[in-house]
């Protein structure tokens, strides 16, 4: 029997209509375009406005977008992996709600959190399920509605995060295609540079937490990135290194977006031309779980089977990594 590979069969996304500007930005809090983009390279980002809807109808949104160009029977799927910060709520876990919604009702589902590394994670666990032989079609989706924990009166995150969201389907690979390599870490001395504080079963919701706004995410910015450069960076050389792989035969990186100096920072340290680092952070800023997936679904057309292609992030916790996979279908 041929080694079983995971591959990424088919993609989607979904992002919300409403546009907020760095210019409605300027309205609403003390910066102004040209800062947010020289420090962060955002332009714009995409916000939920609905209040009755959650992260479950952006990743719904992206599953059916997958499901419709690809021509899924969503009862054929056998798993759906939810990578999101922000689930609709404790404890009913959203994949589930998703799965349901999707009309993938023979599949299990569950939530996967690591912060802005959940969809890289994801991936890694996606790809075990299916070269176990275990399962055929592993549903990921990397999903956040950032707008819902983000304070619009703190300048330091409400300028960075957006909401959207993406998919990606895994199925089993006979031509050696897929999922190659993965390098993945986390170190518990992130765990108070980037979190929201209050919630969970530390610091209970009260009065007084919401008063003092402990229910927003915060983040030691320049902490953060200083670690984020480094280990995204870091990570990204050491798949190259041993899987012998040089900058010529790097087809694309499809990096976290999470600002633009941090991108640009991991592909000058592998080397790598501006033409093969995908970059969408312009138009939706950070969107956490999200920004691989809408990457893949935005660049889509320009990928080849067999392309050589490097993902990497870096979240809150800390949690970072690289994903080698060779992509396996052109685009029809």
Not at 294 to 305: C, T
């Amino acid at each position: 029997m041929n080694t079983i590979t995971a591959a990424i069969t088919a993609v989607g996304g979904y992002v919300p209509d409403f546009v907020l500007s760095n210019k409605v930005l300027e309205t609403m809090v003390d910066t102004n375009d040209e800062w947010i983009t020289t420090r962060t390279g955002i332009k714009e980002r995409r916000i939920l406005k609905d209040a009755d809807k959650g992260t479950s109808y952006l990743a719904i949104k992206a599953a059916q977008d997958l499901i419709a160009k690809a021509n899924i029977d969503p009862l054929e799927i056998d798993m759906v992996i939810m990578a999101t910060a922000t689930p609709d709520m404790m404890v009913a876990a959203t994949g589930v709600h998703v799965a349901t919604e999707i009309g993938a009702t023979n599949a299990f589902a569950y939530d996967l959190q690591a912060a802005c590394s959940s969809f890289l994670y994801g991936m890694s666990t996606a790809a075990a399920y299916v070269q176990s032989g275990r399962y055929k079609k592993v549903l990921l989706i990397g999903a956040d509605k950032m707008s819902s924990i983000v304070d619009y009166t703190d300048r330091s995150t409400c300028i960075i995060f957006g909401d959207g969201a993406g998919a990606v389907l895994f199925e089993p690979n006979y031509e050696g295609l897929g999922l190659q390599d993965e390098y993945l870490r986390s170190d518990g001395v992130g765990r108070d540079f980037l979190k929201i504080p209050a919630g969970g079963s530390l610091i209970p919701a009260s009065e007084e937490t919401i008063k003092n706004r402990q229910h927003n995410i915060m983040q030691d910015g320049k902490t953060v990135f200083k670690y984020a450069v480094t280990n995204m960076a870091d990570a990204s050389e050491l798949i190259l290194q041993r899987n012998n792989l040089t900058k010529e035969d790097v087809s694309w990186l499809v990096p976290h977006q999470a600002n633009r100096r941090i991108i640009d920072a991991t592909a000058g340290r592998l080397d790598l031309e501006d033409s093969k680092v995908l970059v969408n952070i312009e138009r939706y800023g950070n969107t956490t779980s999200g920004t691989l997936p809408l990457v893949l679904a935005d660049f889509e057309n320009k990928f080849k089977k067999g392309d050589n292609v490097i993902f990497a992030a870096f979240g809150g916790g800390f949690t970072w990594g690289s994903i080698y996979l060779k992509w396996a279908y052109d685009k029809k």
